[in-house]
Structure formats: structure tokens, C-alpha cells
């Protein structure tokens, strides 16, 4: 299946889960390829960043591929969620763009965030007794961490489903999806370290290079000899969403000059900003205490500034 993004698993549209999509169909989809190509030894795989915030892929996975091997890259949740907006404002035929194309980033903020909060003060009550304070009331989920069939209770399988459905199918795709420390759980709770490696789109932007071989040794992939100006390119940028269209970093303008609505400088945008950072900080807290105990790699140190608590 040479095809980006199947959704064979993850719940594209929450409304109809896959995890428990037909078996039959991977084995003759393989099957078909493997007699087309004549490779007895292809592999069929799905892989999506949509693989993150979906509840019940670590379980389905895990069932498909015991060995599998969990690759994460996570970039400042207050920048992941203004390239989404951006990107959904931009495309017209893109799943949100109708619920952002009248917006600024500040008044979508505005709507969104209180919605989001709403949803989630809904699923408080649903906390296990005794328990931490839950997201909805400023405080962090426990540090060990928990997923779906793994130690989850139901109000934090409720809130999982705030964050990613608050407001509609994909909806949550622009700030839910960026509160990383509750994906990351339903993965580290189902997978030892051995088999997932977090990586962050600062150190890609930085240092491609090291990030590859990083990622070459864990996969135990043969080391492959990259071209500079390959390197050096940035794919799906915001000057061209799209997997083919790649651009030198040079290339790429700053959001605020791309009439998206995303950066005047005015104090809106400023206030906006500042709101949904002060609503990331507790799972980005949760991120940092991690990082210390040396369950994920060091984060950024940008991040360990904006998200202070
Ligand atoms: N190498 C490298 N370094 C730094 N940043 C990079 C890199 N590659 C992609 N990007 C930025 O990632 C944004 C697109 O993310 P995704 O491709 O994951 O989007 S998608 O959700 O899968 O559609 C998009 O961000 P914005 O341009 O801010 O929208 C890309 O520019």
C-alpha cells in the first residue's frame, strides 16, 4: 500500500473507530501487494501523526506488532497549534477551514479554549476518587503514566476525547492535539522506552543530521548518506502544505506575514498566545518532570521558559 496516511487504524472521524477494523482486509491488502510486486517480503504499514491522539491505536498496534517501534516528534504546543490553524485558514478544502476561515487566531482562541474547558470541567466529575487534580482544574494528571486499557479511569478517557473531539470531528486537531502529555501516556503506558523514541522539531530544525542517525539506530535502520541540500529543506511548510512541496528554511516566511490571521501585532494576538500557554503549562509541567526522570530525551530549553510555571 504505497499510500501516505491510510487511517487504516486511527479514527480519522471519531465517530467510527477503527481499531478494531477488519484484519482481513490488511492481510489481503498485503497480499495483493506482496503478488503485484512479487516481494514475499513486503511489509504493509500505516503511519500518521493522526497515530498520536487516537485513543485505542497503542492497543490495536501493539496487538498488530508487538516488536513495533514508536516514533514521536513534538514541537511547542502553542506553534504546532498556529500551524495548524494556519494551515486549515489557507486550504479551503481542508477539514477545518470552514470553522477557522472567518477567525483571526486571537478570536478563535476566544471560542475554542472556553468550549475546550467546558468539555473538560464535564469530564472532571469522572476523575477516580482520590486522584490528581484533573487538567480541567489547573493541575496535572499523575506522573505515571496511564492509557486506554492501561490504568486510564474514566474521566481522563473522557477528557482524551475532549481534546480530541471537542467541537466536531477533527475539530481538536488545533489545540487538543497539542496536549502532548496525555498521548504520550496512552504510548508509554502500552510500550517500554526500547520501543518509543521522542524526538522534537527543534533539534530537526537545528541538527537534521544527528536527528536522522538518531532515528536510523533506533529503528536499527543501515546508516544512509544524506545529501546537504536535502537536509536543509523543510516539507509541508506554510509557503506549500503539501508531503512533495519542500522549500529552504530561508524560503519560509513568518507567520505574521502571511495574512492568516495569525500574528497581528496587536495585543489580541499577544493575549491569545499568552491564554493558551497558561493552558499548556500544566501538561507541559508534566512533560518537563518526565524529561527529568529520564523517561523521554532532555527538552527544549525554549520551552522550559515559555511554559515556567
Ligand atoms: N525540518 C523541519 N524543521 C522545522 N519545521 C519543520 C520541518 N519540516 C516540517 N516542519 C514544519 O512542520 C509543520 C507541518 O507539520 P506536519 O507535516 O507534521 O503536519 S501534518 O499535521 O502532518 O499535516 C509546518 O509548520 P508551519 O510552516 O509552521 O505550518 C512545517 O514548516
Known amino acids: 500500500m504505497r499510500v501516505e496516511e491510510a487511517f487504516f487504524f486511527n479514527p480519522q472521524d471519531p465517530g467510527n473507530t477503527r481499531c478494531d477494523h477488519?484484519?482481513?482486509?490488511?492481510?489481503?491488502?498485503t497480499a495483493i501487494q506482496r503478488i503485484k510486486l512479487n516481494r514475499q517480503d513486503l511489509l504493509i504499514g500505516d503511519w500518521s501523526a493522526t497515530h498520536f491522539s487516537c485513543t485505542c491505536c497503542p492497543v490495536s498496534l501493539k496487538m498488530i506488532n508487538p516488536d513495533i517501534k514508536i516514533v514521536v516528534m513534538l514541537r511547542d504546543p502553542t506553534q504546532r497549534a498556529l500551524s495548524r490553524f494556519v494551515e486549515q485558514k489557507r486550504q479551503a478544502n481542508f477539514p477545518q477551514h470552514q470553522a477557522v476561515r472567518n477567525h483571526t487566531f486571537a478570536s478563535y482562541v476566544d471560542v475554542e479554549l472556553g468550549s475546550l474547558e467546558a468539555c473538560l470541567a464535564r469530564a472532571a466529575p469522572f476523575r477516580?476518587?482520590?486522584?490528581?487534580?484533573?487538567?480541567a482544574e489547573g493541575g496535572a494528571a499523575p506522573a505515571q503514566p496511564v492509557g486506554w486499557g492501561a490504568g486510564m479511569d474514566l474521566g481522563q478517557w473522557q477528557e482524551m476525547q475532549c481534546f480530541?473531539?471537542?467541537?466536531?470531528?477533527?475539530?481538536?486537531?488545533?489545540?487538543?492535539?497539542?496536549?502532548?502529555?496525555?498521548?504520550?501516556?496512552?504510548?508509554?503506558?502500552?510500550?517500554?522506552?526500547?520501543?518509543?523514541?521522542?524526538?522534537?522539531?527543534?533539534?530537526?530544525?537545528?541538527?537534521?543530521?544527528?536527528?536522522?542517525?538518531?532515528?536510523?539506530?533506533?529503528?536499527?535502520a543501515p546508516p544512509h548518506k544524506y545529501e546537504a541540500e536535502l537536509l536543509s529543506r523543510v516539507y509541508n511548510s506554510r509557503e506549500c502544505y503539501h508531503w512533495r512541496c519542500g522549500r529552504q528554511r530561508s524560503e519560509i516566511r513568518p507567520l505574521s506575514?502571511?495574512?492568516?490571521?495569525?500574528?497581528?501585532?496587536?495585543?489580541?494576538?499577544?493575549?491569545?498566545v499568552a491564554r493558551l500557554r497558561a493552558f499548556y503549562l500544566p501538561h507541559m509541567q508534566r512533560l518537563f518532570q518526565w524529561a527529568d526522570e529520564g523517561r523521554i530525551p532532555l527538552v527544549p530549553p525554549a520551552w522550559r521558559t515559555a511554559y515556567a510555571a
Open 22 to 29: 477488519d484484519l482481513e482486509v490488511l492481510h489481503q491488502l
Open 128 to 135: 477516580r476518587p482520590g486522584g490528581d487534580k484533573p487538567a
Open 164 to 220: 480530541n473531539r471537542h467541537s466536531g470531528w477533527r475539530a481538536g486537531a488545533i489545540f487538543g492535539w497539542s496536549v502532548y502529555d496525555v498521548y504520550l501516556s496512552n504510548y508509554m503506558a502500552h510500550f517500554p522506552p526500547s520501543q518509543l523514541l521522542v524526538l522534537y522539531t527543534d533539534e530537526l530544525a537545528e541538527r537534521p543530521l544527528e536527528v536522522l542517525q538518531r532515528l536510523e539506530t533506533f529503528l536499527g
Open 257 to 272: 506575514a502571511l495574512d492568516a490571521g495569525a500574528g497581528p501585532d496587536d495585543g489580541l494576538f499577544a493575549n491569545a
